[in-house]
């Protein structure tokens, strides 16, 4: 179907053929939805996100993009490989994997130049995001000089400006405070009303509603166990305390059930 964007038929995968990482996966993510992948630490995620983006090919099961499947041979041909960064952008759950030059804002240009774009509109989309981002003061600094707020900042501007038609972000709100949080929301929220389809992975459970209309459930065997709307999902309190996502009360509120996780003390948050 031309809607769909990724369609994956019982894909496995495993790194050096023994450490089990993604186990029979079926999903179907179509396009301009909004989608959330959930589970707890190692249960395959952040390798979903990455088979997403061809940086790494299942050992069994098919892939496709756009329409046609995908396999490690046809990103050695530059034009495709090109046309594909183009459409899918990764934000990496470690920025500095991302920032590599001299200066922020060599960083943010540096996809759209390889990728020969139109030096006026990329400058345009450098101001737009400059702007959304708040991040005008840091153009001249060394990406090692940021805090992590800033550089994931800088990480989710150096993607978006390719303007790409799917976006894939690992845990991009993971040691934020609050306010960078909401500003990292806002703007998904803003490129998925744009046309844009959103893969997010995350811990926080308190984004999800806001970032996702149908939500996937990894377990620890590295298998999808639920898919569903957040709503549905959130409200099963069982559920997700049996999938370890959270130690967690809810309330009521005006009708509706909030989820209030608390995160395992072992998690790393910079406040």
């Not at 989309?125 to 992590?148: C, F």
């Not at 984004?207 to 065997?221: L, P």
Request: hydrophobic fraction near 40%; include cysteine.
């Amino acid at each position: 179907m031309d809607t769909d964007v990724f369609q994956l038929r019982d894909v496995h995968f495993s790194y050096l053929g023994k450490y089990t990482a993604l186990c029979g996966i079926d999903i179907t993510i179509e396009k301009g939805r909004r989608i959330a992948i959930i589970g707890a630490n190692g249960s395959g995620k952040s390798t979903l996100l990455q088979i997403l983006d061809g940086l790494i090919f299942p050992d069994r099961g098919t892939i496709a993009a756009f329409g046609s499947e995908m396999r490690a041979a046809e990103f050695n041909d530059q034009g495709f490989s090109a046309n594909f960064r183009k459409r899918v952008g990764f934000v990496f759950q470690n920025p500095d994997i991302q920032l590599f030059c001299p200066s922020v804002k060599e960083d943010i240009l540096f996809g759209p130049l390889q990728l020969k774009e139109d030096k006026r509109e990329i400058e345009k989309r450098l101001e737009r995001l400059v702007d959304i981002l708040g991040i005008k003061e840091l153009l001249g600094r060394a990406p090692h000089q940021l805090s992590i707020g800033e550089k994931r900042k800088v990480a989710i501007a150096s993607t978006l400006i390719i303007d790409p038609e799917v976006l894939l972000l690992d845990e991009p709100t993971a040691g934020l405070d609050p306010l960078t949080t909401r500003h990292i929301i806002d703007l998904l929220i803003r490129e998925n009303e744009a046309g844009k389809t959103i893969v997010t992975s995350t811990h926080d459970l308190h984004i999800v509603e806001e970032i996702a209309d149908k939500v996937f459930v990894f377990s620890r065997d590295k298998k999808i166990v639920r898919s569903g709307s957040p709503e549905e999902i959130l409200k099963d309190t069982a559920f997700l305390e049996e999938h370890n996502l959270v130690h967690i009360h809810a309330h009521k509120h005006n009708g509706k059930t909030h989820v209030h996780p608390h995160e395992h003390p072992s998690h790393d948050h910079t406040h």
